[in-house]
């Protein structure tokens, strides 16, 4: 067989794989032979460089099940790549994730695929900002939410996730009558109603928002409600409180996840970004979902053309973080992985 014949073949190969994972019902089915090519050579540089791709929720699926070897939540994705024998981390989310995964992983290369993978929350707050409020209150133990820079993360007590931040914060109360909770002036609300704690009082909150999350209409849940009866609706932890107050379920996306397979609702509706309906529609093909979704443009700003410009060249998007950030980083993320287990 000819070098072409060769690459025809396992470019078949790849789109019956790709079809297998069900992304031709995600796609324009046409389109499926330039994604296979695009995956395939991922998939053979990742292995050439000893690289893994690290695939938030929020991707889309082309990435998640096409090139993804770890996949899942911020907690889950920092979690994982502990534990990685492999020497490159490209991370498909957004930046303050890649800085994680470098900060618990400083002799790895950890590499995003994009300039444009910031976050709203991430850019919310500063370590200057930190400094400040401790020195307005003084004594109180600093959580954070994961969604941050290392430099935030450094002048922190504690990191927390979505999967986590109520666990957590029980267990700061029990030492603790009063904390300080950034950036998400959201979530930290959400979890205030959760605790019985008062916001301004027993907790202190910063002005943070996602900007994703903040502007789902509450009012459309009653919509919903109305005409699809027995919908089930859920929401991730970073909306308003009037929008919780409409729906069934908070959570995390994992939570939101674990939440969709463990129950049989006659339909579904979730309030987060779209990626993650998108994965819920293929993993549960036999449930029906209601499309209540915003687009984040970091993540979005991540393709597969993008990963494999990166594989191809990668040295102008790795992530450094200087050791003494990352030092005083690392014991607050280490905090939360002893808190939360
Ligand atoms: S969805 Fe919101 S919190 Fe998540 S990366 Fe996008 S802007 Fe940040």
């Not at 959201?186 to 019985?196: E, H, I, R, S, V």
């Not at 008062?198 to 907790?203: A, C, K, Q, S, V």
């Not at 005409?227 to 939101?256: K, Q, R, W």
């Not at 987060?272 to 029906?288: D, H, I, Q, S, Y």
């Amino acid at each position: 067989m000819d070098a072409e014949r060769l690459m025809n073949a396992a470019l078949n190969e790849e789109i019956k794989r790709l079809t297998t994972l069900g992304l031709h019902r995600r796609c324009v089915e046409s389109d499926l032979p330039r994604l296979a090519g695009l995956t395939l050579e991922i998939n053979r540089l990742k292995k050439a460089k000893n690289a893994v791709v690290c695939a938030h929720v929020y991707q889309t699926p082309d990435i998640i099940l096409g090139i993804g070897d770890l996949v899942g939540d911020s907690y889950k994705l920092a979690d994982d790549c502990r534990k990685t024998a492999a020497d490159v981390i490209v991370f498909c989310g957004v930046h303050f994730m890649a800085e994680t995964a470098k900060i618990l992983n400083p002799s790895k290369k950890v590499y995003v695929p994009s300039k444009n993978a910031g976050c709203s929350l991430s850019e919310a707050v500063t370590g200057a900002d930190v400094r400040k409020l401790k020195a307005e209150h003084p004594g109180l133990p600093v959580i954070t939410y994961i969604n941050t820079s290392a430099e935030v993360k450094a002048e922190s007590d504690c990191i927390v996730t979505s999967a986590n931040a109520e666990k957590i914060l029980r267990r700061m109360y029990e030492k603790h009558e009063r904390l300080i909770f950034i950036p998400d002036r959201f979530m930290g609300a959400n979890l205030a109603k959760t605790l019985g704690k008062t916001p301004g009082e027993d907790i202190i909150l910063w002005n943070g928002t996602c900007v994703v999350h903040e502007r789902f209409d509450p009012e459309l849940i009653k919509v919903y409600r109305k005409n699809y009866p027995g919908l089930v609706a859920l929401a991730h932890a970073e909306c308003p409180s009037e929008l919780i107050a409409e729906v069934d379920f908070m959570g995390g996306t994992g939570d939101m996840m674990r939440y969709v397979e463990n129950t049989d609702a006659a339909a579904y509706l979730l309030v987060t970004e779209c990626g993650f309906g998108e994965l819920a529609r293929l993993k549960f093909p036999n449930k029906n979902f209601i499309a209540m979704c915003r687009l984040c443009p970091y993540m979005k700003s991540i393709t597969l053309e993008s990963v494999l410009a990166l594989l191809q060249d990668p040295a102008p998007e790795e992530v450094t973080v200087p050791a003494d950030i990352a030092a005083r980083a690392k014991i607050s993320i280490e905090k939360m992985f002893e808190l939360a287990a």
